[in-house]
């Protein structure tokens, strides 16, 4: 595991430690982990909704409703 020395703005430090105090995390390391985790999952479902707009906007019309539509949509 690569390490990395980071500074925080004095507020992100406050919470940061706040969130160890609490018990949420045991370390710093692994909250910022998360946060890492949790960023790149929703840069993956960005990417994947701007693959599939531009991938519709390439197909032309469509002649389904917005409610079927949105079905589709959800139930992806």
């Keep these: 595991m690569g390490r990395q020395s980071i500074s925080f703005t ?4 406050e919470w940061l430690k706040s969130q160890v105090e609490s018990k949420e995390y045991s370390s710093k390391s692994e909250l910022v ?7 790149r999952k929703q840069q993956q479902e960005i990417d994947y909704i701007r693959m599939k707009l531009e991938k519709a906007e390439k197909s032309g019309f ?4 917005k409610a079927e539509i ?5 139930s992806k």
């Design 70 to 74: 949105l079905r589709q949509a959800k």
């Design 10 to 13: 004095e507020p992100n430090d």
């Design 33 to 39: 982990n998360d946060l890492v985790r949790q960023a």
């Design 62 to 65: 469509t002649s389904d409703s």
